[in-house]
C-alpha cells in the first residue's frame, strides 16, 4: 500500500508538470498560431500525454518497465487509456466549460483535466503499467 501512495504521488507531480505542458502547448497553438480552442486541446492533450508517458516510464513505473512488455506496446496501451481519456474527456469537458459555460480558457482546461487524474492513474496502475503484462 505504502508503495501504491508513492506512486500515487510520482504520478501526480508527473501530471502537474504534464498540465504545465498541455497549457504551455495550449497557449501556444490557440494564441500564436490561431488555432480553434478544439483542435488545439486535442493537440494539447496529446503533447501532453506523450510528455508524461516519458516520465511515467523514467520514473513513476520505472520497476515495471518488463514483464514481457515492450516500450512500444506500452505506448500504444498508454495512448489507449490514458490518451483516449485524455482526449475525449478533455474535449467534452471543454465544450461543456469553455463552449456552454463561457469559462476561462486555461481554468476550464485546468479542471478539465483535474477530473480526469484518478481514471488515468487507475488505468495506468492496473493496464498500462501492471506488472501481469
Do not use: C
Amino acid at each position: 500500500m505504502v508503495k501504491l501512495g508513492s506512486r500515487w504521488l510520482k504520478f501526480n507531480a508527473v501530471g502537474l508538470m504534464g498540465v504545465g505542458v498541455q497549457l504551455a502547448a495550449l497557449w501556444l497553438y490557440t494564441g500564436a498560431f490561431g488555432w480553434h480552442y478544439l483542435l488545439a486541446t486535442a493537440l494539447a492533450v496529446e503533447t501532453a500525454v506523450l510528455h508524461n508517458y516519458v516520465w511515467h516510464m523514467a520514473w513513476t513505473w520505472r520497476d515495471r518497465t518488463g514483464g514481457g512488455s515492450s516500450p512500444g506496446s506500452r505506448l500504444v496501451r498508454f495512448h489507449v487509456g490514458n490518451g483516449l481519456v485524455s482526449l475525449l474527456a478533455n474535449l467534452a469537458l471543454m465544450r461543456l466549460f469553455a463552449g456552454v459555460l463561457h469559462m476561462p480558457l486555461l481554468a476550464a482546461n485546468v479542471l478539465s483535466i483535474t477530473l480526469t487524474s484518478l481514471l488515468n492513474f487507475v488505468i495506468g496502475e492496473f493496464w498500462v503499467f501492471s506488472r501481469s503484462r
